[in-house]
């Protein structure tokens, strides 16, 4: 079965930098999130999307912008890169996020700045 | 605000025993989901299980079963016989809400590492 696919897995940058990560959900999930892990910590919600519009907003910082295109997959921006933003993010999709018994996250972008 | 506690940082057990790990959550809501997630070493975040509160049953996936008792507000997830690729961290999460018109997303306790011992 078809899952949901981030890339890149893997991504090396240096500080005040810009990085790209993207999403693509499981068919037919409208529904799209991001969320942000720190070493040794919890995965924590930084925004998600439902049909193509920003669904709800957590713990992200104004240096990083999210949007879910038309094809449904999405993309997170992250300007001016510090150190501490050195985690792993995780995409997340279903198929509405008013029932949420359904959540699926990808393999997850590691970012390391340096 | 929503709250998920895992008070375990840590477990072993023996390969092919059972060993549960715990989760309680606070919640005011009425209507609300549990979920258990595997996280191996390698990082991907793989789902598990999922209970519902208004679920008459326990939930049952395979090996693992969720243990829900809803009065205490505990939702242990029980891993019967034990491999050792069930080493991993273990993170429970509920759904929450932040607004009556809004969408939910999942809040995640702080996880339990699990270690099985050949």
């Known amino acids: 079965a078809a899952g949901v696919i981030q890339s890149p897995r893997h991504l090396i940058k240096e500080k005040r930098e810009t990085a790209t990560l993207k999403c693509y959900p499981i068919p037919r999930h409208d529904t799209v999130y991001w969320y942000q892990q720190g070493p040794g910590q919890d995965p924590q919600f930084l925004i998600s999307f439902y049909e193509k519009m920003q669904s709800d907003k957590g713990s992200i910082p104004d240096r990083f912008s999210a949007q879910q295109f038309s094809d449904y997959h999405s993309e997170l921006n992250m300007s001016s890169l510090e150190l501490g933003d050195s985690a792993l993010y995780f995409c997340?999709?279903?198929?509405?996020?008013?029932?949420?018994?359904?959540?699926?996250f990808g393999e997850g972008s590691w970012l390391t700045v340096v | 605000a929503q709250k998920i506690t895992q008070t375990q940082p840590g477990m072993f057990v023996q390969e092919k025993e059972a060993v549960t790990l715990d989760c309680t959550y606070d919640t005011s809501d009425q209507s609300y989901g549990l979920f258990w997630y595997k996280q191996p070493s390698s990082g991907e975040m793989i789902f598990l299980i999922y209970?519902?509160?208004?679920?008459?049953q326990n939930a049952t996936e395979g090996r693992y079963s969720l243990n829900f008792q809803k009065a205490r507000k505990s939702a242990n997830l029980v891993i019967s016989a034990s491999q050792l690729g069930d080493s991993a961290m273990y993170f429970c999460?509920?759904?929450?809400?932040?607004?009556?018109?809004?969408?939910?997303?999942?809040?995640f306790g702080s996880g339990t590492r699990l270690l099985v011992r050949p």
């Open positions: 997340a999709s279903s198929p509405s996020p008013f029932s949420g018994n359904t959540i699926y």
């Open positions: 999460a509920m759904r929450e809400r932040a607004r009556m018109d809004s969408s939910y997303k999942l809040i």
């Open positions: 209970q519902g509160s208004y679920d008459e």
